[in-house]
């Protein structure tokens, strides 16, 4: 009797899991798998021959200037879009929980860039950076604006920070909003009768009960901005002069243009595992006030 209950039990799981399994198997562990094995070796997709080369790979991603210097602008990348992102969502979040008028439509406003592919994003931002905002510049004496900023390195690196950000900005700000929701009124409203201001109020309360909601605010603007590609490729292409090349961009350059998908593939199990360890120490190290909190 308990050997049937078991077998029904299983052939429940495999019913409604199997497909999950199968399709998580095909599209991940898979093509994970093969592709740690294609970091032990050079092998082209040419000819279909490969050769067992050992670490080499792994060896060759340390000495690969170009590889380490878009692994630093990418960094950088991600620094930025990290600290205007965040607070820029965590202030327009904090001004639409408050009683404003029109706030559905607000949201709705501010969530639709999320919605827009990178490469679309990519291509209206190169329109507007490398023609309507220069047309204006020369319009109405803008000297900020006079030449594309795309032909400048230091110029094209705040391009892409600008349109990362307006993109990912409205879906941190629904984050941020639940958080805030969450924050009991009742503790508010007793802080308020005890004498304490807003920015008090802020700091000691609201702060440290959004925590989770920063977290994961934190958490995917990290991912998001390493693994940045679609934009990188359709804004600036790298350019100019390489200057933009973020690390997401070299790897495919190096494995599909290159035809080098053995040393590709260990740059992209080397990022793998920088970012899932910066993530993770970024989340324990909140994880830790929030417990505080």
């Known amino acids: ?17 199997g497909p999950t399994l199968i399709i998580f198997s095909a599209v991940i562990v898979i093509p994970f798998i093969f592709g740690l094995y294609l970091t032990f070796t050079n092998w082209s997709v040419a000819t279909g021959d490969s050769t067992f080369v050992g670490l080499s790979n792994y060896f060759e991603v340390f000495t690969d200037k ?12 991600v620094i930025a879009c990290l600290i205007f992102a965040n607070l820029i969502a965590f202030f327009i979040a904090l001004a639409l929980t408050s009683k404003i008028n029109g706030q559905g439509l607000l949201r709705t406003g501010f969530f639709t860039p999320n919605l827009i592919g990178g490469i679309v994003l990519g291509y209206l931002w190169q329109t507007l950076f490398s023609q309507v905002l220069p047309y204006l510049g020369d319009q109405y004496g803008w000297g900020i604006f006079e030449k594309s900023w795309l032909g400048d390195p230091d110029k094209a690196f705040w391009a892409l920070v600008v ?12 984050i941020y909003m639940a958080g805030f929701a969450s924050v009991p009124k009742e503790v508010i409203e007793a802080s ?19 925590i989770p ?16 590609y679609d934009i990188n490729l359709s804004l600036t292409d ?32 080397v990022l793998f595992m920088a970012v899932a360890l910066i993530a993770i120490t970024q989340t324990y190290i909140l994880k830790k006030r929030e417990v505080e909190a």
């Open 1 to 17: 009797m308990r050997q049937n209950k078991k077998l029904k039990n299983i052939g429940i799981f495999l019913l409604f899991g």
């Open 66 to 77: 170009d590889f380490l210097t878009s692994f630093w602008f990418t960094i950088k990348y």
């Open 163 to 174: 349109a990362s950000v307006w993109q990912l900005v409205g879906y941190l700000v629904i």
């Open 192 to 210: 308020s009768i005890d004498g304490a201001n807003y920015f008090q109020i802020l700091r000691k309360i609201i702060l440290p009960l959004t």
């Open 213 to 228: 909601s920063i977290i994961i605010c934190f958490f995917l603007t990290i991912t998001r901005a390493f693994l940045a």
């Open 238 to 269: 790298g350019g100019p002069y390489n200057s933009t090349e973020m690390v997401s961009y070299h790897i495919v350059q190096k494995a599909f243009l290159s035809n080098d998908y053995g040393a590709g593939q260990a740059q992209a199990i």
